[in-house]
């Protein structure tokens, strides 16, 4: 297929955009630095600065990663209405570009829209599932946002596929590279309580499912994107610093935490027991189920 993909460049999609080469696609990437864009991706890549650049290549496909890191900066309001707008913006102009090749006869097939685990809020025990409610809060409000401008892609005929994705996994990016340095220093640990879950996935899991849910035409709607076995944050600190041979009690306290990062210590200090049940119905299959194999394979031992 001709798939266009934005966010192509990010810490997911570069090995995204590889795989899709490997297998045969045809890769139309959005970025709104194409010169940089071209060094880090395959050489197949076709890359543009805009959405609409690609109307006349008919995208039979699309893959929206997009969006301004939601960890990278404190959450001023003004970081928020940037966070909101990198991905409402670009779902938006995505939408457009359905309806205008719809009319034209030739609608892509699929969207596969980004989203977060943080559309669930703070869930505290509760076992999360695609059917779960969600708790109000901003981390939610954004991942809604950002859901209803994807499905708007539905009325031009297209099926739209939601990824609520966990913390994906691997040394070279990520939460776990920020992770790494202090607790091979011996002074990591846990947030908080560390009572609060931490849904997970591996890179490799991460770029395989999206490969699957773009190719299943009989899947649509919300997917959570994270292994069938989530831990808390307390288990998370134990089980890395024991990969590292290095202690984990270097506790973060809650209100340190608040005090640096304002509102956006809610990451860290709240989650949800997120489970993929639909992934699982549909019979996808991880090579990395648990945090011992994840973290095997990434740390070597």
């Not at 809020?121 to 809604?144: I, K, N, S, Y």
């Not at 890395?240 to 608040?258: T, W």
């Not at 709240?270 to 011992?292: I, K, N, S, V």
């Amino acid at each position: 297929m001709r798939i266009l993909v934005t966010g192509g460049t990010g810490f997911v999609g570069r090995p995204l955009c590889q795989r899709l080469v490997e297998a045969g696609h045809e890769l139309l990437v959005v970025s709104r630095s194409p010169a940089g864009a071209r060094e880090v991706l395959p050489a197949q890549a076709r890359v543009e600065a805009s959405v609409m650049a690609f109307a006349e290549a008919r995208p039979e496909a699309i893959i929206n990663l997009a969006g301004e890191s939601i960890a990278g900066k404190r959450w001023s309001e003004a970081q928020k209405d940037r966070m909101v707008a990198s991905r409402v913006d670009i779902t938006r102009e995505l939408v457009t570009l359905c309806g205008q090749l719809a009319e034209a006869g030739a609608a892509p097939r699929v969207m596969v829209s980004g989203s977060a685990m943080g559309y669930y809020g703070d869930q505290g025990d509760t076992r999360v599932t695609e059917e779960t409610p969600p708790h109000d809060e901003f981390a939610h409000r954004l991942c809604e946002r950002w859901e209803q401008e994807a499905r708007a892609a539905e009325a031009h005929g297209v099926r739209v596929v939601l990824v609520r994705t966990g913390l994906v996994l691997e040394k070279d990016g990520g939460t776990l590279a920020k992770m790494l340095a202090p607790f091979k220093l011996g002074l990591g640990g846990p947030f908080g309580s560390g009572r609060q879950y931490m849904p997970w996935i591996h890179q490799a899991d991460m770029v395989a499912l999206l490969a699957f849910l773009l190719e299943r035409e009989d899947l649509s709607g919300p997917f959570n994107a994270s292994a069938p076995h989530p831990v808390t944050n307390a288990e998370f600190s134990a089980t890395l610093a024991r990969h590292l041979r290095r202690p984990a009690f270097m506790a973060v306290p809650a209100g340190v935490l608040k005090v640096g990062l304002g509102e956006m210590a809610n990451l860290l200090l709240t989650g949800a027991d997120m489970r993929p049940a639909r992934l699982e119905a549909a019979d996808f299959r991880f090579e990395y189920p648990t945090l011992d194999q994840a973290l095997t394979a990434i740390l070597g031992r």
